[in-house]
């Protein structure tokens, strides 16, 4: 089945210390975004990818980066930079931004 | 400034008793208006788009519908299964962005 796979589903970071979180689609969708959620907050994006080798930074892009190499991949790397990183974060990917998005499982961040 | 209202926050109804979630909009030029499930721990599931005034979309116990203002979820003879937190979103001219609401907690009890 197609789908969207985000991994780990728990992560744990130490202060200082750069993650990268995992996202692949099977969707052959172009567009792809990252977004962090949390408590009490709507979904607030972080970076967007409409092609290949292009990608935009969202409203809270600081402290994060992105790449996107591959069609099916989008990884999220939170850096030391970012000071409160502590969230839920979702990928989620479109055929284009007329439709509704096909959300990945999240990645539970948290500081430790 | 773009923004998308939820309302109420939380629900809780007893199971079979119908009602209504409500997303208030004040953006420039819509473009779309979409509506997720969200189950805890799980990203959100895609519901429905709705893209002009007087627009209707059914599933199951779900109905949206779209003014120019708001949209409503109606939930008819809804089961505790349908307990989970609905989200509503908006897209605008020009923009790849989502606005996203904070959400319905709805609670349905047996």
């Known amino acids: 089945d197609g789908g969207i796979t985000q991994s780990p589903k728990y992560l744990f970071r130490k202060e200082g210390q750069n993650v990268t979180l995992s996202c692949e689609q099977n969707?052959?969708?172009?567009?792809m975004y990252w977004y962090r959620q949390d408590p009490g907050q709507g979904l607030r994006l972080i970076y967007y990818?409409?092609?290949?080798?292009?990608?935009q930074k969202g409203d809270i892009a600081e402290g994060y980066s992105v790449s996107r190499e591959k069609k099916e991949s989008f990884p999220l790397t939170v850096t030391s930079a970012q000071k409160n990183p502590t969230a839920f974060y979702l990928c989620?990917?479109?055929?284009?931004?007329?439709?509704?998005?096909?959300f990945g499982s999240g990645t539970r961040l948290t500081v430790v | 400034e773009d923004q998308v209202t939820q309302s109420p926050e939380a629900l809780r109804l007893q199971e079979g008793e119908s009602s209504s979630l409500n997303c208030s909009y004040t953006?420039?030029?819509?473009?779309?208006l979409f509506w997720y499930r969200q189950d805890p721990g799980k990203g959100p599931e895609f519901l429905f788009t709705?893209?002009?005034a007087g627009e209707e979309k059914e599933k199951e116990r779900l109905k949206a519908t779209l003014t120019k203002k708001e949209s409503f979820l109606h939930i008819t003879a809804p089961k505790p299964e349908d307990s989970a937190t609905y989200l509503c979103?908006?897209?605008?001219?020009?923009?790849?962005?989502?606005?996203f609401g904070t959400g319905t907690r709805l609670k349905v009890l047996a």
């Open positions: 969707l052959n969708h172009d567009a």
């Open positions: 709705l893209y002009s």
């Open positions: 953006v420039s030029g819509l473009r779309g």
């Open positions: 990818s409409q092609i290949v080798n292009d990608f």
């Open positions: 989620a990917s479109s055929i284009d931004r007329r439709d509704g998005y096909t």
């Open positions: 979103a908006v897209t605008t001219s020009g923009t790849y962005k989502y606005i």
